[in-house]
């Protein structure tokens, strides 16, 4: 559940607070993902914004099983940290919006494989708390945000978090963005009350126009 989530190591200040997520946002995924299935004989097909069914064995294209695709999801976080790397500009982006906001990391994963993305994102010098957790995101950036009263965005790749927080922080700057462009393409558009950026430059200029307002 939401409520057991440990929100000691969250130390938040009265400046605005900037929530990320990690896979597509702040780390590479699907090109990393798709690197690692090729090293064991599958290949990840382009042709929509889905994993289930573009997974497909090397040798004669054809999808392989649910069932498999989420043993080899699971495989690739336990080996994150020799997959992934930073999005284009993420450090870089992260560690100037950092001098005028709080920045928490919220990722949509099993919390067994924190500790492994926590070495990771260190390593590149990504040392905001992070929080992950598989359950909706909404309540989570409700509870962290709480009551205070400053500026609050929410940056996610996929449609189905940023609607939960949405429902759950209405006063929340919500930001779509995706690093991997060939999937993008096949990706829902964005509708009201979400603001897309093309990268982490236009994430950085939209959320500081949000913060100044």
């Given at each position: 559940?939401?409520?057991?989530?440990?929100?000691?190591?969250?130390?938040?200040?009265?400046?605005?607070?900037?929530?990320?997520?990690?896979?597509?946002?702040?780390?590479?995924?699907l090109t990393p993902f798709r690197n690692f299935l090729r090293s064991s004989g599958h290949d990840l097909l382009a042709?929509?914004?889905?994993?289930?069914?573009?997974?497909?064995?090397?040798?004669?294209?054809?999808?392989?099983?649910?069932?498999?695709?989420?043993?080899?999801?699971?495989?690739?976080?336990?080996?994150?940290?020799?997959?992934?790397?930073?999005?284009?500009?993420?450090?870089?982006?992260?560690?100037?919006?950092?001098?005028?906001?709080?920045?928490?990391?919220?990722?949509?994963?099993?919390?067994?494989?924190?500790?492994?993305?926590?070495?990771l994102l260190d390593h590149h010098r990504l040392h905001y708390p992070l929080l992950a957790t598989e359950e909706p995101?909404?309540?989570?950036?409700?509870?962290?945000?709480?009551?205070?009263?400053?500026?609050?965005?929410?940056?996610?790749?996929?449609?189905?978090?940023?609607?939960?927080v949405r429902s759950h922080a209405p006063q929340c700057l919500l930001v779509n963005v995706m690093a991997n462009a060939?999937?993008?393409?096949?990706?829902?558009?964005?509708?009201?009350?979400?603001?897309?950026?093309?990268?982490?430059?236009?994430?950085?200029?939209?959320?500081?126009?949000?913060?100044?307002?």
């Amino acid at each position: 559940m939401t409520a057991s989530l440990n929100f000691d190591h969250v130390t938040l200040t009265d400046r605005p607070l900037i929530i990320c997520d990690i896979d597509e946002v702040v780390l590479e995924f699907l090109t990393p993902f798709r690197n690692f299935l090729r090293s064991s004989g599958h290949d990840l097909l382009a042709r929509s914004f889905r994993l289930h069914g573009n997974i497909v064995l090397s040798a004669d294209g054809l999808p392989i099983d649910d069932g498999l695709v989420d043993d080899l999801l699971e495989q690739f976080f336990t080996l994150q940290d020799q997959w992934q790397t930073p999005a284009t500009l993420a450090v870089e982006t992260l560690e100037s919006l950092a001098d005028e906001a709080d920045l928490v990391f919220l990722t949509a994963m099993p919390p067994r494989h924190a500790a492994v993305r926590r070495s990771l994102l260190d390593h590149h010098r990504l040392h905001y708390p992070l929080l992950a957790t598989e359950e909706p995101k909404g309540p989570v950036v409700q509870r962290l945000h709480d009551s205070r009263d400053v500026p609050v965005a929410f940056v996610d790749d996929i449609l189905r978090n940023l609607h939960s927080v949405r429902s759950h922080a209405p006063q929340c700057l919500l930001v779509n963005v995706m690093a991997n462009a060939e999937f993008r393409v096949f990706a829902p558009e964005p509708d009201d009350g979400i603001v897309k950026a093309a990268d982490w430059t236009d994430v950085a200029r939209i959320i500081r126009s949000h913060f100044a307002r």
